[in-house]
C-alpha cells in the first residue's frame, strides 16, 4: 500500500510543479494550495486557476463519494458538472479542507485496508512535504505551528474524533481502540494511541492529550489519530470511514 501512495505523490507533485510554473508570474500561490487534486485526476488541468482547479478536485470527490469512479457513464460527469456549479462560490480555504479531509479519510481506508501503520505514515509525509515546499523550509515534522496543511489535517481529525455531537465515543473506547491500534498495526503504534487516546474524552482531557507527550511523537502525532479514527471505525463504524465520520459539508458551521 506504501508504494501505491507514494506513486500518487510523484504524480501530484509533477501536476503542481507544471501548475506552479504557468502561474508564478501572475498568481501567488497560498501555502497549501500545492495540495488539490485528486489522484488520476484527468480533467482540464492546465486550463483552471489553481483555486478553480481545487473546486473540480471537490466536486470529483463528491462524484466518486456518490456514484463509485467514472466508468464512462455520461451521468457520472453530469453530476460532476452540477457539483462543480454548487461549488461555485466555495472559498479557498473550504475547498482545502474537503481535499484534505479526503486525503487523511483514504489514509484511514487504507489502514484498514492494509491493516498497516505506513498509509497514515506516508500521508502525514506528504503533509509535511507540502509545508515544507508551501510554508516555513524548516518545519520539524510533527510540529504544527507554522505548517498550515498539518494543521488542517489535524483539525480535520479533532473533529472525528470529539465526544459530542450525535456519534458520541464510547467510554470503552478508552482502552479496545488502543489494544485493537496494537493488535492490527503493531506495538508502537498501539503505545502512541494508548498516549493520544484522551482525545476522545473531555475537553480536559483532550488539552492533555495534545500536551508534552504528544510533543515527542514528531510525524506519529498525526499518523496516531489517524490510527486512532481506523480503531473506532473497525470497532464501531462496520469498517466504513465513510459512515462513521463526517464529511465537511455535513458539519454545521
Given at each position: 500500500m506504501a508504494r501505491k501512495q507514494q506513486g500518487r505523490g510523484q504524480k501530484?507533485?509533477?501536476?503542481?510543479?507544471?501548475?506552479?510554473?504557468k502561474v508564478r508570474q501572475s498568481e501567488p500561490l497560498r501555502p497549501v494550495v500545492n495540495l488539490p487534486g485528486l489522484d488520476g485526476w484527468e480533467g482540464p488541468v492546465e486550463e483552471l486557476t489553481p483555486v478553480?482547479?481545487?473546486?473540480?478536485?471537490?466536486?470529483?470527490?463528491?462524484?466518486?463519494?456518490a456514484l463509485g469512479p467514472h466508468d464512462g457513464n455520461p451521468e457520472w460527469l453530469e453530476v460532476?458538472?452540477?457539483?462543480?456549479?454548487?461549488?461555485?462560490?466555495?472559498?479557498?480555504?473550504?475547498?482545502?479542507?474537503?481535499?484534505?479531509?479526503?486525503?487523511?479519510?483514504r489514509a484511514v481506508r487504507d489502514t484498514?485496508?492494509?491493516?498497516?501503520?505506513?498509509?497514515?505514515r506516508e500521508e502525514v509525509r506528504c503533509l509535511v512535504e507540502s509545508d515544507g515546499e508551501m510554508g516555513d523550509p524548516d518545519v520539524v515534522p510533527g510540529d504544527i505551528g507554522g505548517a498550515p496543511a498539518q494543521g488542517m489535517a489535524?483539525?480535520?481529525?479533532?473533529?472525528?474524533?470529539?465526544?459530542?455531537?450525535?456519534?458520541?465515543?464510547?467510554?470503552?473506547?478508552?482502552?479496545?481502540?488502543?489494544?485493537?491500534?496494537?493488535?492490527?498495526?503493531?506495538?508502537?503504534?498501539?503505545?502512541v494511541a494508548a498516549t493520544l487516546i484522551g482525545i476522545t474524552g473531555s475537553e480536559e482531557e483532550r488539552r492533555a492529550a495534545l500536551g508534552p507527550a504528544a510533543d515527542e511523537?514528531?510525524?506519529?502525532?498525526?499518523?496516531?489519530?489517524?490510527w486512532i479514527a481506523a480503531g473506532l471505525v473497525a470497532l464501531y463504524g462496520d469498517g466504513d470511514?465513510?459512515?462513521y465520520l463526517a464529511f465537511p459539508e455535513d458539519v454545521p458551521a
Open positions: 501530484r507533485a509533477a501536476k503542481v510543479a507544471a501548475r506552479k510554473r478553480d482547479e481545487m473546486r473540480y478536485a471537490v466536486a470529483e470527490i463528491r462524484t466518486v463519494r460532476l458538472q452540477a457539483n462543480v456549479d454548487v461549488l461555485a462560490d466555495a472559498r479557498e480555504n473550504e475547498l482545502v479542507v474537503e481535499i484534505l479531509d479526503d486525503r487523511v479519510r484498514l485496508d492494509a491493516r498497516s501503520p505506513e498509509p497514515a489535524l483539525a480535520i481529525l479533532l473533529r472525528w474524533l470529539a465526544n459530542r455531537g450525535p456519534r458520541p465515543v464510547p467510554t470503552a473506547a478508552r482502552t479496545r481502540v488502543p489494544a485493537w491500534v496494537a493488535d492490527t498495526l503493531g506495538a508502537r503504534p498501539g503505545e511523537l514528531g510525524e506519529d502525532f498525526l499518523a496516531g489519530l489517524m470511514p465513510d459512515t
